[in-house]
């Protein structure tokens, strides 16, 4: 099932340590003088990386993004105010939203053009021909693995569709991983983030197109979760549990970037793009009922799918134990969306009345095109039902 060949590709360089922001001065100097600091709605949060940048002579110019989800024209604004400044060094300090900022800001500086000349599906889709100026991602949240990706998820309202702009050249020069600055983040946010990024390691792990290297590491990735994601979320100051979920995040973003994706990005991409619900919680939602379906499905079509016996792999790490069940998996799974108070899609803001929009919609994404067994309309559909 793995793939016969495969690239791997990732950030020039991974910096995974407690207190690793205190090195964030020094990589910047390295790079430039002019630094674009961009954060999310609350700059505050980013105060002690722009006091440290302050004590090397570095005087960062602040762009915070506000919202969970950014939209063309909050990423139009911050290319616009980053070029103004003649910006050297861009340095993104956030959740996976600030950071895919970050990737677009990075490239639109060495880019001619306008924004629509790179965006997928709503814009001309032109290759870059530059790499990006330097750009040190630095995530506040343990969910998205947007550190290590190529490509940048964007919302368009008025297209009612979340579009990417991607490239080999979007790859941050830098991910500085601090898991203590996830410590900070809400139980709900932990919720949402967390199983954002168990997602993207099991996925990866049960898709179509999976490779060795995806496997080995999401294969350590899901044992760490089944250990640290429910600490993290009853205990924000466990910073073992939140050091587990900053190693699944990176790792999920690793996965997702070299193998593919599923029917619950499938389903979560276009869903986002129709509703502006966080990205996180629509996954977090999705993942027990698309995993149900698709191991139902393979019992019905593909008895005799090794799928099924990853699945099967994938409930032996989660729990612990080896004498696991695919239900066990299911169960696992539901009882920890229960613990963590994870909200229906209906409170997403999905109507029973554009179900099939979205069906049909989610049908078509990339994503759909990797999971482990081809759905049905019907049990597409069933599926929102469940959610809702």
Same mark, same amino acid.
């Given at each position: 099932m793995s793939a016969a060949a495969f690239e791997f590709a990732s950030a020039n360089r991974i910096?995974?340590?407690?207190?690793? @922001?205190?090195?964030?001065?020094?990589? =910047?100097?390295?790079?430039?003088?002019?630094?674009?600091l961009l954060t999310g709605g609350n700059p505050q949060r980013a105060s002690r990386l722009q006091g440290l940048l302050e004590g090397v002579k570095l005087d960062? @110019?602040?762009?915070?993004?506000?919202? =969970?989800?950014?939209?063309?024209?909050m990423v139009e604004q911050a290319v616009a105010a980053a070029r103004a400044e003649k910006t050297d060094v861009v340095?993104?300090?956030?959740?996976?939203?600030?950071?895919? @900022?970050g990737k677009v800001v990075a490239a639109m500086l060495t880019n001619d053009g306008e924004l629509f000349d790179y965006l997928e599906v709503i814009g001309k889709a032109?290759?870059?021909k530059a790499p990006s100026a330097p750009y040190i991602a630095v995530p506040t949240t343990a969910g998205t693995g947007s550190e290590v990706t190529r490509n940048a998820v964007i919302d368009s309202p008025e297209h009612q569709v979340k579009v990417s702009m991607r490239s080999p050249y979007m790859l941050p020069d830098v991910a500085v991983i601090d898991p203590a600055l996830t410590c900070s983040m809400p139980p709900a946010l932990t919720a949402s983030t967390g199983l954002d990024a168990l997602t993207q390691v099991i996925e990866p792990f049960v898709c179509n197109k999976s490779n060795p290297i995806t496997d080995a590491i999401c294969?350590?990735?899901?044992?760490?979760?089944?250990?640290s994601l429910r600490q993290a979320y009853d205990n924000g100051t466990d910073l073992e549990a939140r050091t587990g979920m900053?190693?699944?995040?990176?790792?999920?973003?690793?996965?997702l970037a070299n193998s593919g994706l599923g029917a619950v990005h499938g389903f979560a991409g276009p869903l986002g793009g129709m509703i502006h619900a966080p990205h996180g919680e629509l996954c977090a939602r999705l993942?027990?009922?698309?995993i149900k379906a698709n191991i139902s499905a393979l019992k019905e079509r593909e008895p005799g799918s090794e799928y099924l016996s990853r699945y099967k792999e994938v409930a032996c790490l989660l729990t612990g134990d080896r004498e696991s069940t695919t239900e066990d998996l299911i169960k696992w799974l539901e009882d920890i969306c229960q613990h963590m108070a994870i909200r229906g899609l209906a409170e997403c803001g999905l109507s029973t009345e554009r179900i099939s929009e979205a069906v049909t919609k989610s049908a078509k994404a990339s994503s759909m095109k990797a999971n482990p067994v081809e759905l049905t309309e019907s049990e597409l559909r069933q599926i929102l039902i469940e959610a809702m």
């Open positions: 910096i995974f340590k407690p207190d690793a @922001v205190e090195l964030i001065p020094q990589l =910047a100097a390295d790079r430039g003088q002019k630094v674009f960062p @110019v602040v762009h915070s993004i506000s919202g =969970a989800e950014p939209t063309v024209d340095i993104a300090y956030g959740g996976g939203s600030v950071i895919d @900022v032109q290759p870059l294969r350590e990735a899901i044992s760490i979760a089944g250990r900053a190693t699944v995040s990176l790792i999920g973003g690793l996965a993942l027990p009922i698309v």
